[in-house]
Structures are given as C-alpha cells and as structure tokens.
C-alpha cells in the first residue's frame, strides 16, 4: 500500500520572520508606554519649597520625570510611571512639612495614544535593535521574491 503524503500548513520563511517582527514591535509598544499621573494635593499648611516632595517622588521605583507647581492652595505633582504599574504614590505628607487637616488629594491617570506611544518606543529603541530586526525580515523578502522566480 503505497504511503499518502502528509497534508500540514506550509509556512514560509518570510511569514514566520513576519510574525516574529510583528510580535517584537507589539511587545515593544506595550513594554514602553507610560502612565501620566497627576496629583493634586491640598492642605492647610504648605512648606516655603515643594523640593522634598519632588525628591520623594523621585526615590520612588519606576517613577520618573517629576514635576511639582503650586496652583493656588494646592500642590500638583505630575510624574510618569511605566505602563503596567498601576499603584498610586502616596507621600509621607507630615514628614515633608505639609501640615493641618489634609483637604485631599486627587489623582487623574493618563495613557499615551498608540502613535504616543510608537513613538516614545521608537525613539528609545537603540539603531543595532532595528538593524536586528531589519535584517532577518530583509532576508525572507529576498528569500520569498527569489523563490517566486523560480520556475
């Protein structure tokens, strides 16, 4: 009896290294985007300088790009944070001088648009890494077009 072929997908060089290109791109969008958090804080005394404030925020883990301005009787301290750590930051306000009942603070979150994003991740992405991702997708192009050449 003679043996019937086996039927399985065929996948091409080109498309795997597609998929592969496609995956590390989406990976890379969600790994690098960042959560803007802007805090408004509201007490009845405040410190001559929000400098230890800032500071604080600053020895906090994943936070970065710190800013403090005082907007009438409030403290809006505007920090970003990567995309995935969803904690609020909480400051020790008494211990950094900020005193009295404290009349609240607010928070609001905010994520970058997907373009947003591309674009922080493509800036952060260092020339070698492209060239590695370029360069196996080149090739299965070349690959792909000569095989379909061939007669």
């Known amino acids: 009896m003679p043996s019937q072929p086996m039927n399985r997908p ?5 498309a795997l290294l597609g998929a592969l290109a496609l995956c590390a791109v989406a990976f890379g969008l969600v790994a690098n985007m960042e959560t803007t958090y802007r805090l408004a804080i509201r007490c009845q005394t405040l410190p001559e300088s929000d400098e230890e404030l800032a500071k604080w925020f600053r020895r906090q883990g994943g936070v970065k790009d710190v800013v403090t301005v005082r907007e009438g009787g409030a403290v809006i301290v505007t920090y970003k944070k990567r995309f995935g750590s969803f904690e609020l930051v909480t400051p020790p306000l008494a211990e ?3 005193g009295g009942p ?3 603070m607010n928070s609001t979150a905010s994520l970058p648009s997907i373009f947003g994003a591309a674009l922080i991740w493509i800036r952060k992405v260092p020339p070698w890494l492209w060239l590695a991702i370029a360069a196996p997708c080149a090739a299965g192009l070349v690959a792909l077009v ?3 050449r061939r007669p």
């Open 96 to 98: 950094l001088g900020y």
């Open 102 to 104: 404290s009349w609240g």
């Open 146 to 148: 000569l095989r379909a």
């Open 10 to 14: 065929q996948f091409s060089l080109a």
